[in-house]
């Protein structure tokens, strides 16, 4: 089990890695593949401090999620509830967050074999609009079209991560510019992600 004192290495060193960039490909509409097959979802997690995040644990509760808010800080939610559930069995988790919760989760989970197997970084843009760089199954990316025209982004994603297919395929990558109404609470860049067993098709 990890130690709190690992916990604070690992938020060190997430406040100073780079944010990875995505490859941009032109995204196609479509309606997502295999919403029968998609993964359930143990939780659902958001960050308390943003409204864009509290929107999205809104929809994802409306959609019979169950949702746990966090401040930042994720170290509560590892030793009271994952650790335990991961070490009985790896179970998917999904949430929309800074940095440094999805960074210390994603390598938490690599000791369970679990991988994140969906990724979408939201960065607003000085002219207004945000960019959003998706990573994950093709089927996915083609839903995640309908986000350059959704200015209610954030509840779109609850939507999505919801939705995402149970047996992995092989990654994509698209870059998608929509129009937002940003709060004044909401960080330059948030991530909604998706960490789920390794199951391949």
């Keep these: 089990m990890s130690s709190r004192r690992e916990f604070l290495q690992m938020g060190?060193?997430?406040l100073a890695l780079p944010i990875s960039a995505h490859a941009a490909l032109s995204p196609t509409s479509s309606i997502l593949d295999g919403d029968l097959n998609a993964m359930p979802l143990y939780?659902?997690?958001f960050d308390e401090?943003?409204?864009?995040?509290?929107?999205?644990?809104?929809?994802?509760?409306r959609l019979g999620q169950s949702v746990h808010g966090i401040k930042g800080d994720m170290t509560e939610l590892w030793y009271h509830d994952l650790h335990a559930r991961w070490t009985e069995e790896p179970v998917a988790i999904a949430g929309l967050t800074a940095h440094g919760p999805i960074f210390c989760l994603e390598r938490l989970a690599w000791d369970h074999r679990m991988r994140?197997?969906?990724r979408v970084d939201h960065r607003y843009r000085p002219d207004g609009s945000i960019e959003h760089a998706i990573?994950?199954?093709s089927s996915m990316l083609r839903r995640a079209a309908a986000l350059s025209d959704e200015i209610n982004w954030s509840s779109e994603m609850a939507n999505l991560v919801?939705?995402?297919p149970a047996m992995?395929?092989?990654?994509s990558q698209s870059n998608v510019i929509g129009p937002t109404a940003k709060r004044t609470d909401d960080p330059e860049h948030l991530i909604s992600w998706v960490i789920a067993p390794v199951h391949r098709a």
Aim: aromatic content about 10%.
């Design 12 to 14: 060190v060193a997430a």
């Design 43 to 45: 939780k659902v997690v």
């Design 49 to 61: 401090r943003f409204s864009a995040s509290r929107a999205f644990a809104e929809e994802a509760e």
């Design 116 to 118: 994140v197997v969906f």
């Design 135 to 137: 990573s994950g199954p």
């Design 162 to 164: 919801t939705r995402c």
């Design 168 to 171: 992995r395929s092989q990654t």
